[in-house]
């Protein structure tokens, strides 16, 4: 089943964006999950992850920045996103496995349409 991500847009410099993804058909619980995105031209990268017992850990480049929370409850999770800059500039995508080596090298047999974010100089 995949995932998609939600809540990208165009944002200048310096602002805020939320992005959302849903996992209805997974005992979600049990699952890590990340964050990804994709830029013309380069490979997809991890941004965020969070394992099944909430543990995050962030890409260099967003530390401080990026928060990725879950609601197992609802069987979701969030990237919150602060301090954008162009850079950021990329489409996120989300996944979720049952193994937290393979969410970490994002080896997966398919993705769902991600989110376009844009930030504006």
């Known amino acids: 089943v995949q995932l998609q991500a939600s809540g990208g847009g165009l944002v200048q410099a310096g602002g805020s964006m939320r992005l959302s993804c849903a996992a209805p058909?997974?005992?979600?619980?049990?699952?890590?999950v990340g964050w990804y995105r994709q830029s013309p031209g380069k490979r997809r990268e991890l941004v965020a992850i969070?394992?099944?017992?909430?543990?995050?850990d962030y890409a260099d480049s967003v530390k401080g920045r990026f928060t990725i929370s879950r609601d197992n409850a609802k069987q979701m999770t969030f990237l919150q996103m602060k301090n954008l800059k162009p850079a950021d500039t990329a489409v996120y995508y989300c996944?979720?496995?049952?193994?937290?080596?393979?969410?970490?090298?994002?080896?997966?047999?398919?993705w769902g349409q991600g989110t376009q974010v844009t930030v504006s100089s």
């Open positions: 996944n979720i496995g049952l193994s937290y080596h393979t969410v970490q090298a994002g080896i997966f047999g398919a």
């Open positions: 058909r997974y005992k979600f619980s049990d699952n890590a």
């Open positions: 969070m394992s099944a017992g909430g543990d995050a």
